[in-house]
């Protein structure tokens, strides 16, 4: 399988290619409705999707129905000084060492939301993973856009009209 997305043009050699979702708040709403179908889909199950949550709660129990792997560490409020300085690293330390202890050594970081973002993308740093992230908050703002870094992802997603005019502007 060959991807343009991909360095050299080719997926990396991993002896198990894996996605990591990251899903903050498992209570069950739209967002964490849309993920649990998706991780139940039968052609993302070759991907081994693996779910990352703050704590348990619905999507985790959905997720672990449907054989999906769940990590539960509690995320730190990424946009602290302190969690930029070395919380947000430490918490993907503690999620890399799950994974490793699982076998498992991710391809992709997918960030569920923009308030995902920065630890997504702390985490596909230290994985040595590509990232990518759902923009579906209909709250989200312009100034979030860049508060959480969304530009900075290898792949972004946007669901809804009004976060795509959002999104769009502040892309520009």
Known sequence: MTSSWWPAGR??????????????????AGAQTCLARLLRHPGLRAWRPTLVCSEAGWLAAESARAGVPVLVEPFPGSRS??????????FAR????????QGLRPTLIHANDHLEGLLALTLARLCQA????????SGMTRADYFKY??????????VGAGTR???LRGAG
Do not use: G, K
């Open 11 to 28: 997926l990396p050699d991993r002896t198990v290619m894996s996605v990591l979702y990251v899903q903050q708040r498992p209570h069950r």
């Open 81 to 90: 000084w302190s969690a930029r300085l070395f919380r947000n690293r430490a």
């Open 94 to 101: 503690r999620v890399a060492h799950q994974l490793s202890a």
């Open 130 to 137: 590509r990232s990518a992230i759902t923009l579906r908050s």
């Open 149 to 158: 870094r969304c530009s900075e992802f290898d792949l972004l997603t946007v």
């Open 165 to 167: 005019r959002r999104s």
